[in-house]
């Protein structure tokens, strides 16, 4: 109870691609919201959000959680990330405080100002952009960043290693592909599946969109989860990796 669902139509967005509408959400909330708390819709929520909801930031403050792709080095980089990321500068302490903007805390009038600045600087240089708003508003506000403990954006493929069971996440994070709502996959199984089950049963048009597929298609995704998970548990599930993201936790606000 106590949602409501605001509608749009497109044309409020203006030239802003349809995937930086978040960039909208103080001039279209409702306006007795003072506060804002952002997340993309590949995402789960497992526990209570109370205390990021009660979170108070100062004024100007964003609040966030580290983009996995920032705890890298170069030479595990994506190529084009780097060569898109050098320009912004995009390396040592300004990397350590790049957050993914699938979640986000802010105030109102925070983000307000924002989302203005952050928009007029994407569309004026769309191109330099590897990864559209989450780029532009680390680069223009990455100093202004709070830090979250991983569990309140959490990467889903990371359930594939033991090393960060112990994390707890409130929020589940769909980062790449496949999507739950595509059917059961390799590292999140069953239980993440069981919701869009749901809702296509309860409204049948949205059926097409979580059917999933036969079993050799399962069974040919699991073997490619499989070896990806193969190929970076080498810097994913061991070593230096998991001890950096312990201690980014521990250094955050909401560890627990």
């Known amino acids: 109870g106590g949602v409501r669902f605001a509608l749009h139509r497109p044309e409020v967005r203006g030239q802003l691609p349809v995937h930086m509408a978040r960039f909208l959400l103080a001039d279209l909330a409702d306006p007795s919201y003072r506060d804002i708390l952002y997340l993309d819709g590949d995402t789960q929520i497992t526990g209570s959000l109370d205390p990021l909801l009660r979170l108070q930031l100062g004024e100007g403050e964003i609040a966030g959680v580290r983009d996995p792709l920032s705890f890298l080095d170069d030479a595990r980089l994506p190529p084009l990330t780097l060569e898109k990321w050098q320009p912004l500068g995009f390396e040592g302490p300004a990397r350590a405080r790049y957050i993914n903007a699938g979640m986000i805390r802010a105030s109102r009038a925070t983000w307000a100002d924002v ?8 569309l ?3 191109g330099r952009f590897r990864y559209f708003d989450q780029d532009v508003l680390n680069w223009r506000y990455g100093n202004q960043v ?3 403990a991983q569990r309140w954006n959490f990467p889903a493929y990371l359930h594939a290693y033991r090393a960060y069971r112990a994390i707890d996440p409130v929020i589940v994070h769909f980062m790449s592909v496949p999507k739950p709502w595509t059917g059961m996959a390799l590292p999140w199984g069953r239980r993440f599946v069981e ?3 749901a809702l296509a049963a309860a409204y049948p048009a949205l059926a097409p969109n979580s059917s999933g597929s036969g079993p050799l298609e399962r069974m040919r995704r699991d073997l490619r989860q499989r070896e990806k998970q193969y190929l970076t548990f080498g810097y994913w599930g061991k070593g230096r990796m998991p001890a950096g993201i ?11």
Do not use: I, M
């Open 146 to 148: 709070v830090h979250l």
């Open 115 to 122: 989302s203005r600045e952050c928009a007029q600087l994407y």
């Open 124 to 126: 004026a240089a769309p």
């Open 195 to 197: 919701p869009y089950r």
């Open 246 to 256: 312990a201690a980014a936790d521990a250094a955050s606000l909401l560890p627990r």
